[in-house]
């Protein structure tokens, strides 16, 4: 788990600056909840993978709980709570907390933060779109560019419907996405152990396997027909991408899975071009989650984004920082005789809506401009012949100008 110091802010604020402003402007609703979820809601709704992932304990009253994992259990309970109130489709945002026990890697933390985007209510692609339009356009406010990623995306259904065709049952097809999103992260053979252990014969995993290697949705069309219901949906996902001018940022992935059981149509993740760091973010349609824990049926996608990746691709491609650079002055002074004049000015800088960062003690001229050209973008330092004449020098450090303004 991560200490943040002042220097580690900066990237960190960078990233969640980028999140906020862009679920914003999407029209997204900020939400947030205690980071303390029932044990049971976790372990029946997180996942089989994150099943052994959870921080759980107990509470002095006995109470199983546990640090939450991921945040999609937490919004589904949320939404259920007041879905009769509540006006449809839902467009909530949060940066959430999460915590995870697992062997740590480049791009895994046993705890991290992730902003989570999720849209309930909305059956159509549209709701896909959003979500991806928006995680694209934080990317952007980052700086990264758009060739350092692409956006991989699937359709569960369609893996189902292509299974089917090959014969495999439906109730082998859970087991069979568990199995198959290990693929390159594990051994074949451990996959196919798995695949056995879900019940598929040794045709059904050779089939299942075979499914992995078709790249394209037209090769995937000549399998599950072009009447598929999933392939008309990716398809009018691609159409509704190239709309936010964003289409070149997508590709069909058909081995895009997505661990997590509660998924029921479109997957998709983002990776680096160069294959170097995990997935930038991820999620999809998940429709059944509400009803599971006490709601009424709606059809709902979301999506995760972590900052531990992101922040790893920002600092290895060397992105400067895009944001606006925001105006700092620093204020200092000679000697204690010029201590009131000093604060009386930063208190009617800050007033004015600036930052002010008022040195709290007496400096040497040659000392404080050497901090002030460090982190600041301007500096006034107050000595007692600007006491005496009602004003001080205000030096724009970047320009190097400066101008007379009046103490106050």
């Known amino acids: 788990m991560r200490d943040f110091y002042p220097e580690d802010m900066v990237l960190r604020n960078r990233i969640f600056d980028a999140w906020r402003s862009a679920a914003t402007a999407s029209g997204f609703e900020p939400y947030d909840a205690c980071v303390v979820e029932s044990l049971e809601l976790l372990k029946r709704k997180a996942g089989e993978e994150i099943v052994n992932q959870i921080y759980a304990f107990q509470d002095k009253s006995g109470r199983d709980i546990a640090l ?4 999609t259990p937490t919004l589904a309970r949320m939404v ?13 945002y949060t940066i959430a907390q999460c915590f995870r026990y697992e062997r740590m890697t480049r791009g895994r933390k046993r705890e991290h933060y992730q902003l989570n985007l999720d849209i309930v209510g909305e059956e159509s692609v549209a709701g896909e779109a959003e979500v991806l339009y928006t995680a694209i356009a934080a990317l952007r406010a980052m700086g990264v560019p758009d060739e350092a990623y692409k956006v991989r995306l699937s359709n569960r259904a369609l ?23 290990k693929k390159g992260k594990i051994p074949r053979e451990e996959i196919e152990q798995i695949l056995r252990e879900e019940g ?10 075979n499914l992995m290697d078709i790249r394209t949705l037209e090769e995937a069309e000549q399998i599950a027909g072009a009447d598929s219901p999933a392939i008309r949906r990716i398809r009018e996902l691609f159409d509704l991408l190239e709309c936010y ?5 997508a590709v069909f992935d058909i ?18 071009t160069k294959g170097e760091f995990r997935a930038i973010f991820g999620g999809g349609r998940y429709d059944n989650l509400l009803t599971a824990v006490g709601g009424k049926p709606a059809s709902a996608v979301g999506l995760g984004f972590g900052d531990v990746v992101i922040g790893e691709i920002i600092q290895a491609l060397q992105l400067p920082d895009v944001r606006p650079q925001q105006e700092k002055i620093l204020v200092g002074y000679m000697h204690d005789e010029q201590r009131a004049a000093a604060t009386r000015l930063t208190a009617h800088l800050r007033g004015e809506g600036r930052i002010a960062d008022l040195r709290l003690r007496p400096q040497k001229p040659k000392a404080f401009f050497s901090l002030a050209s460090e982190t600041a973008t301007a500096a006034v330092f107050i000595g007692p012949d600007d006491v005496a004449s009602g004003k001080a020098r205000l030096k724009d450090l970047a320009a190097r100008t400066e101008r007379d303004i009046p103490l106050v």
Not at 159 to 181: N, P, Q, R, T
Not at 245 to 249: A, C, E, H, T, V
């Open 245 to 249: 001018g964003i289409r070149d940022q």
């Open 255 to 272: 081995s895009v899975v997505r661990g997590l059981s509660y998924y029921t149509g479109i997957v998709f993740e983002a990776f680096d």
């Open 159 to 181: 893996l189902s419907e292509l299974l089917l065709s090959l014969h495999v049952e439906e109730k082998f097809h859970a087991g069979a996405f568990i199995a198959l999103d």
């Open 200 to 209: 598929l014969t040794d045709e059904a995993c050779a089939a299942a396997f």
């Open 80 to 92: 259920a709570a007041r879905q009769g109130s509540l006006r449809m489709p839902v467009k909530w």
């Open 68 to 71: 939450r994992a991921e945040m």
